[in-house]
């Protein structure tokens, strides 16, 4: 139980695992393994340079599965969390399916991007809209860039291993974070704990005397640093989480 009362700061961090009973595979339940791809070969500058097409292919196939995806009750319980805190409530988000905002939350980083925008790989034309799932063999290009004369591909909107957090995600959470003094919790939901800074983030919590909760279908890697541990499914335990 998460007691919520008029001094409470939420920050609530998801991972892959808030989205799994939505029918949004995590990584680590698909092996780390895509069609026999390792992850990093379709989440990473050095794959996109060496075979955008594979990489395209990956993520238009990630757009055209989100059309049959709707939020589950742990986005919603989050939701009406967010809804009782207003601006005491802030969540970080690992995942890029877009799915709190679907079930209602507005106060959102989503620090690893959106599949469904697309960015150019080469000019700094701001992200855009796209929910184009693109047909095998097809790498779409910049319209920019060829006014420019230039070839330049697209890319997802997305961060990946090796690439810097969406800007002004760090400043955000601090902002959140010192605006909170004694009154900061920290939720953190479907997440293996591995992938920094957002793994991080209970430490900060920690050292600024703030109490920390964590839901997860396994123990992670940083499992002990959470003063209360739930294992289970998190559109199950969310629900009934909140007092
Ligand atoms: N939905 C998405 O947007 C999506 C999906 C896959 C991967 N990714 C990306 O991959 C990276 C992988 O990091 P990650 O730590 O988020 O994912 P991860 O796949 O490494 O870990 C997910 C965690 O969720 C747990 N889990 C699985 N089902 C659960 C459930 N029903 N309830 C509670 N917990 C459950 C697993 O035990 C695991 O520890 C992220 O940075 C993210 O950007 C995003
Ligand atoms: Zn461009």
Known sequence: MLPLD????????????????????????AGGLWEGHAVEDVASPAGFARDPLMVWQFYSERRANMTAVAPNAAHHALAEVERRLGDRFLLVTQNVD???????????????????????????????????????????????????????????????FGEAIVAGALPRIETFVDAAGAGLRFLAVGTSGLVYPAAGLVDVVRARGGRSWLVNADAPANARSFDTVTLGAAGKVLPEMFA
Do not use: K
């Open 6 to 29: 008029a001094s409470t700061y939420l920050l609530v961090l998801t991972g892959a695992g808030i989205s799994a009973e939505s029918g949004v595979p995590t990584f680590r339940d």
């Open 98 to 160: 877009g799915l709190h905002t679907a079930a209602g939350s507005e106060r959102v980083i989503e620090m690893h991007g959106n599949l469904m925008r697309s960015r150019c790989s080469v000019c700094d034309r701001a992200p855009f809209e796209d929910r184009t799932a693109y047909r095998r063999g097809v790498a779409p290009m910049c319209g920019v860039c060829q006014r420019a004369g230039r070839d330049a591909l697209l890319r997802p909107d997305i961060v990946w």
